[in-house]
């Protein structure tokens, strides 16, 4: 049995990755470590690239559209969503880059490939309800992204689950402006019955 100690056992391994290292280098990131199937990964990656594009489309779409008494307040969270799913969507092609991968921007394909659906909502309550499906369509299917990455891509399976908590927050806005419109929209319902 080794000692901890013995500064031979870390060269020994340090040798060992300076050799690999060397090989195949082309390959970049992706070493003889990675555990993960690479075609598998990207595919799904690309899955949540696409997701995050539509979702920036709708959210700047819906601040745009916003109409209404509350309209303003509402339409600066959903340019602010937007922008977030961007940083989304740029972290997922770097990544996918780093995996020796090509990001599909292609428009062509785009509502197949993404999880959530481009609803665009009539009215500011009809937006902020197809936001929030959209939210939690992504924290499901990126909670099981993270599960499938598991151990064998732990690099993907942190940035996904760094997505994931902002995509949380962004239901939870959601949930809270549904909520607020719908409260706001009772009291002036009462007051015309008064």
């Given at each position: 049995m080794k000692d901890k100690n013995d500064k031979n056992t870390f060269?020994?391994?340090?040798?060992?990755?300076?050799?690999?290292?060397?090989?195949?280098?082309?390959?970049?990131?992706?070493?003889d470590s990675y555990k993960g199937d690479r075609k598998v990964v990207l595919r799904v990656l690309n899955e949540a690239l696409a997701t995050e594009i539509v979702c920036v489309l709708r959210y700047k779409r819906h601040h745009y559209m916003a109409k209404g008494i509350h309209s303003q307040a509402v339409a600066e969270e959903f340019l602010e969503h937007a922008a977030e799913e961007q940083e989304h969507a740029d972290m997922i092609a770097e990544r996918i880059t780093q995996l020796d991968g090509e990001p599909n921007f292609n428009p062509d394909g785009l509502l197949t490939r993404s999880h959530s659906e481009y609803v665009e909502g009539e009215s500011l309550t009809d937006m902020?309800?197809?936001?929030?499906?959209?939210?939690?369509?992504?924290?499901?299917?990126?909670?099981?992204?993270?599960?499938?990455?598991?151990?064998?891509?732990?690099?993907?399976?942190?940035?996904?689950e760094s997505i994931l908590a902002?995509?949380?927050?962004?239901?939870?806005?959601?949930?809270?402006?549904?909520?607020?419109?719908?409260?706001?929209?009772?009291?002036?319902?009462r007051n015309k019955a008064s």
């Open positions: 060269l020994t391994d340090i040798s060992e990755i300076r050799r690999r290292a060397r090989q195949h280098i082309e390959e970049g990131a992706v070493t902020i309800r197809e936001d929030l499906i959209a939210e939690r369509i992504a924290v499901e299917s990126y909670s099981e992204i993270i599960r499938y990455l598991s151990d064998n891509d732990p690099t993907s399976r942190r940035m996904m902002k995509e949380e927050e962004h239901a939870e806005d959601m949930k809270t402006l549904l909520e607020t419109i719908a409260n706001e929209e009772k009291k002036q319902d």
